[in-house]
């Protein structure tokens, strides 16, 4: 029986239109940009009396640009109006400066090309919400992250093939035209593409537009900070971009200076690092079983501090050499392999990095907004690289070699990643959790769709084995509150993880009704705050393997607050390690490892009809099935 993957989207007209349309717009923005950058380094192409170096920068400056000047409007325009539509629209845009740029090409207008330049960055920036914000209008939660994993392949692969194609055609004796015919010719593809997009109804009809760039701009950054998960991913994806600008503009020079090879070397390593970002993009959906799993992300961060300081040491243990290798001769010398092997792991860590956060934006922010916060998003994305540029001639200028720049970079990254993940812990804990649940079990998780996306909910569960709440935290998507006995709660070194996962101690009345009423006290506010709780009803975990009969507290809880009830059953963990089967749990060895459990959740229920024996019914037969 075929299993359901990413690469299944690819059949679909919710996806593949939307999909070409960016691959060819991405590719285009670097098929142009390359061409009039080797125009301007080898062929004298000058304007307002600028030498090349400078035009060059200048030209990077350019095209960065308009993503602070247009991008918030860009957002509000993809709430206003449909998508796909806009979608359209930006294409016909791009045919149109692609044309003006055929005229700059044939008759060297400096000045006509760098306007085109800015336009095209216009394109992008006016193109880049609407991407990211129409998939989860396409596609169904449980192929977010699939989408976007594609989206973030197929976007680092245009850029290679882009650059590759841009150099290789300018350079030919008719280069001027086969670049206006080819730019033309992937503008006409991208449109075409876009008239197969299906329809995406505007998630904010009636707002009315905010010309006022600066003000705009400030009002969705406020706007996005009201949120700390989705506003660190934003500077997550932004430090990102930062890190991978330092890496990507300083790869000519290492390939040159440093490793001593040909342009074709450069070229090697380009498509090594985008190999890699896009092979990690690709599996985020495998690694987090189809949800967007944010546990990825301290495992990318990892991998490029590690992998980025280990490139460090192979490039400063490779011999002096003074020959100028060529890309055979570059891979057959057994010294580079293993700089090769770290970019390319480099790049996989960046895309198990940046593709779950992306998805936690889209997710975890309002329809009406997802828009504007990806503008938001570009904005400081842009701001971000605008800095990387500017530290990074400081440091050159001030001695450091490229070897030490990216270093230093990757040292920051460390730094950085530790500051993340003090302002949010739910990303290391989901990260432990992901790695633990997915090293001892095989997790099948069945109609979780029914717990809500947001909102307040209790969610209630049987009690098999200490590993139940775990197992519960890495199958939701959403941050789960659970309902823990106090002296589990208190033991030394793992009281400091449930207090940052925001767990809830209880007690017994008879041991310390003080404790039971405050635990109540925080399952009320947790759930008038919209928050998830979770609940193991019966008190206590299971010694017989069946389910035992469910405590009053339930019927308490949503008296005070109701709120909608989904009741999970786990099934499998019986006879485990961390069960009571045979006696204590922990303490036997173990019988099992990558055993198959399942969690199931039932349709939701109001709290007007879960009342606890209701609940304990609908959890055993919940049991009972297959």
């Known amino acids: 029986m075929h299993q ?158 882009g650059q590759i194609s841009g150099t290789l055609l300018i350079q030919h004796e008719h280069g001027e035209y086969l670049i206006v015919a080819a730019c033309l010719g992937v503008a006409l593809l991208g449109w075409l593409a876009s008239r197969s997009m299906p329809a995406a109804p505007p998630t904010a009809p009636n707002l009315r537009l905010n010309w006022n760039i600066a003000s705009e701009t400030w009002h969705i950054i406020r706007h996005s900070c009201r949120n700390k998960a989705v506003f660190n991913s934003i500077l997550g994806i932004s430090w990102f971009w930062f890190f991978g600008a330092v890496y990507l503009t300083q790869l000519p020079d290492l390939a040159k200076s440093v490793l001593h090879g040909d342009p074709g070397v450069y070229t090697l390593l380009m498509t090594i690092f985008s190999v890699g970002v896009g092979a990690g993009s690709a599996l985020c959906e495998k690694l987090s079983g189809r949800k967007v799993e944010v546990g990825l992300v301290p495992l990318g961060s990892l991998g490029l501090s590690l992998f980025g300081i280990d490139l460090y040491f192979a490039l400063n243990s490779l011999p002096a050499s003074t020959t100028v290798w060529t890309p055979l001769n570059f891979i057959a010398a057994a010294g580079h392999w293993r700089v090769m092997l770290d970019l390319l792991l480099m790049g996989v860590a960046g895309g198990l990095f940046i593709v779950p956060l992306y998805a936690l934006v889209q997710t975890r922010t309002e329809k009406e907004f997802t828009s504007r916060a990806i503008a938001a998003n570009n904005i400081l994305n842009s701001l971000f690289m605008v800095v990387a540029a500017g530290m990074s001639i400081v440091l050159l200028g001030a001695g450091l070699t490229v070897p030490e720049l990216l270093l230093t970079v990757t040292i920051l990254n460390v730094l950085v990643a530790i500051y993340i993940y003090t302002l949010i812990p739910e990303f290391i804990l989901r990260f432990l959790v992901w790695l633990l649940v997915n090293t001892l079990y095989r997790v099948r998780e069945q109609d979780l769709h029914h717990i809500p996306d947001q909102g307040a909910a209790l969610l209630v569960c049987n009690h098999v084995s200490y590993m139940d709440a775990l197992v519960i935290a890495g199958s939701v998507r959403r941050p789960v509150r659970f309902v823990m006995d106090h002296r589990i709660y208190r033991l030394p070194v793992l009281h400091f993880i449930f207090r940052l996962a925001g767990a809830i101690p209880i007690a017994p009345e008879r041991e310390d009704a003080g404790i039971k009423e405050d635990a109540f006290q925080q399952i009320a506010a947790a759930l008038r705050a919209g928050e998830l709780v979770c609940l193991f009803p019966e008190g206590h975990i299971t010694r017989s393997g069946k389910l035992a009969r469910f405590q009053p507290g339930t019927d308490r809880i949503l008296r005070d607050t109701p709120v909608p009830v989904v009741p999970l059953a786990l099934q499998g963990l019986w006879g485990s390690f961390f069960s009571r089967k045979d006696g204590s749990a922990m303490l036997k060895w173990p019988r099992r490892f990558r055993a198959r459990i399942a969690l199931r959740a039932g349709e939701a229920l109001l709290a007007t009809s879960a009342d606890r024996l209701t609940l304990e019914k609908r959890i055993a037969t919940l049991l009972a099935q297959a």
């Open 4 to 161: 359901p993957n990413q690469f299944d989207l690819f059949r679909t007209r919710r996806f593949l239109p939307l999909f070409i349309t960016q691959f060819f717009g991405a590719f285009n923005d670097n098929l142009f940009k390359n061409a009039l950058l080797v125009l301007i380094t080898f062929h004298g192409l000058a304007a307002a009396g600028m030498d090349a170096q400078t035009l060059v920068n200048a030209a990077a400056g350019i095209f960065i640009l308009p993503f602070f000047l247009f991008s918030t409007f860009a957002g509000q325009l993809a709430e206003k109006y449909d998508k796909a539509v806009l979608a359209r629209a930006v294409k016909i845009l791009e045919i149109i400066i692609m044309a003006l740029a055929g005229i700059g090409f044939v008759w060297h207008i400096a000045s006509l090309l760098m306007a085109c330049l800015f336009l095209m960055g216009v394109h992008s920036a006016l193109f880049g919400p609407l991407k990211y914000s129409i998939l989860p209008q396409y596609l169904r939660d449980d192929e977010l992250l699939g989408g976007n994993g594609m989206i973030e392949m197929g976007t680092f692969v245009a850029i290679l093939l």
